[in-house]
């Protein structure tokens, strides 16, 4: 291309972006033409005068035409910006149109929250922070699907959950997380058991090699808890819910290894007994899951700042 063909008007080269104005200067055109003056377009959209001024000049030296001509009496469109004026008017249009449409996208996100959470975290914590959730978003439905961490990432992954929770070793294949509290394991048991009397603190192989009431294979606390110690012995009773492995290690079916949350009350009334053990770390971090890439947003996003407030 000539330094003539330069001179004479902008390039069709490059990105749409670079070719049209923003919507910013086709609504001070719209304007301009609707009040017949450049300063009261600029006071109806809330921008000075001189800014008005350097956006019209800007949007004429894009399109290579002259849009406005000013006077004292006042802005008067060219024919060209007539025309401009027009187009202007069925683009700022679809914009409006386009601005709705994702709104109303929003409000079908925002109208519905699907929390996927393991059982430690869906008894113990989520009832405060989905209260919270309640004061901030009224409007909001909110469903919780309890289950192993397994269980949580499969849901994830199956985008049958928008925000999940789990509580075991390592973090899921496909998904990201964030730690958003701690949590301790403790060797608990029936007032009545032997190892409530103890004097010395439980050895790790002893604790490994002896049958317990233990949660389902996948579980947050059997990942933990098997890892600690290297392997388990065959489970005494196995069981699908915290609540019901508590229930059974109260009623004097055996020892069990739960989430210091799971037993503060039954420890203080003395229903359960926590049993000192040595040589073994069962500390653990309680993680806020989501499909890889994809970071929470709307309730979700909400929810997610409430863990860790």
């Known amino acids: ?136 978003r009224p409007d909001t439905a909110v469903s919780l699907h309890a289950g192993n961490s397994t269980v949580v990432a499969e849901r994830l992954l199956s985008d049958e959950a928008d925000l999940g929770f789990v509580e075991g070793l390592s973090v899921p294949t496909g998904l990201d997380s964030v730690v958003i509290a701690h949590d301790r394991l403790i060797v608990v048991t029936a007032p009545g058991h032997p190892w409530a009397r103890r004097r010395r603190p439980l050895a790790a192989g002893e604790l490994a090699s002896t049958p317990l009431i233990l949660r389902e294979k996948g579980s947050g606390t059997r990942q933990v808890l098997d890892a600690a110690l290297g392997g388990l012995a065959r489970p005494l009773i196995e069981l699908s819910s915290t609540t019901a492995v508590k229930a059974a290690a109260v009623s004097g079916a055996g020892p069990s290894v739960l989430s210091e949350l799971a037993v503060g009350e039954e420890l203080a009334m003395r229903r359960l007994v926590s049993v000192p053990v040595e040589g073994v770390a069962l500390a653990r971090e309680l993680r806020a899951v989501w499909p890889t890439g994809h970071r929470p947003t709307g309730p979700a996003r909400d929810l997610l700042s409430l863990t860790r407030g």
């Open 1 to 136: 291309m000539s330094n003539t063909d330069e001179q004479d008007g902008p390039s069709i080269a490059g990105s749409l972006a670079h070719r049209v104005p923003d919507l910013g200067a086709l609504e001070l055109l719209l304007a301009v033409a609707r009040l017949g003056s450049l300063g009261g377009a600029a006071r109806e959209l809330g921008i000075t005068q001189p800014a008005a001024s350097s956006r019209i000049r800007s949007m004429e030296r894009q399109l290579g035409v002259a849009l406005v001509d000013r006077s004292p009496r006042g802005s008067r469109l060219t024919d060209a910006g007539a025309l401009v004026t027009d187009w202007a008017r069925r683009i700022v249009e679809a914009a409006e149109a386009f601005d709705v449409g994702a709104q109303a996208l929003r409000d079908r996100r925002d109208s519905r929250l699907r929390v996927a959470a393991s059982m430690t975290i869906a008894e113990y914590l989520l009832p405060g922070w989905l209260l919270a959730l309640r004061a901030q």
